[in-house]
């Protein structure tokens, strides 16, 4: 299996910056896709930003221009810079991962959740 641990969450005004991180750990062989989701009270859980392996990466319409997704593959691990910041940010944001085990098998994996809070 595949563990996902993310930091970087906290409390930040409107127009600030903060750093995610999630790292990946277990008997990985690749990760094929890395991403993050948000989810606010009351909402469904909405994509964020995916990257690839190949680096492609999406971004959703809300955070174009403002967030920008990385990965470092050395590390297992997958960033998201998030600048501008508005209170519709306010969410917990939760990491994904789509991984080639060693074994040749696939898993996906989320971590469990960091929350993002940005006052106005």
């Known amino acids: 299996q595949v563990q996902l641990v993310e930091s970087g969450g906290g409390l930040v005004q409107a127009g600030g910056s903060l750093r995610l991180s999630c790292a990946a750990s277990?008997?990985?062989?690749?990760?094929?896709?890395m991403g993050w989701y948000r989810q606010a009270p009351g909402k469904q859980r909405d994509l964020v930003a995916t990257?690839?392996?190949?680096?492609?990466?999406y971004y959703a319409d809300s955070v174009k221009g403002r967030f920008t997704i990385s990965r470092d593959d050395a590390k297992n691990t997958v960033y998201l810079q998030m600048s501008s910041l508005k209170p519709e940010d306010t969410a917990v944001y939760y990491c994904?991962?789509?991984?080639?085990?060693?074994?040749?098998?696939?898993?996906?994996?989320w971590g469990q959740g960091t929350q993002v809070t940005v006052s106005s």
């Open positions: 994904n991962a789509d991984v080639l085990m060693s074994q040749g098998t696939f898993d996906t994996a």
């Open positions: 277990g008997s990985i062989r690749s990760i094929r896709v």
């Open positions: 990257v690839t392996n190949a680096y492609s990466s």
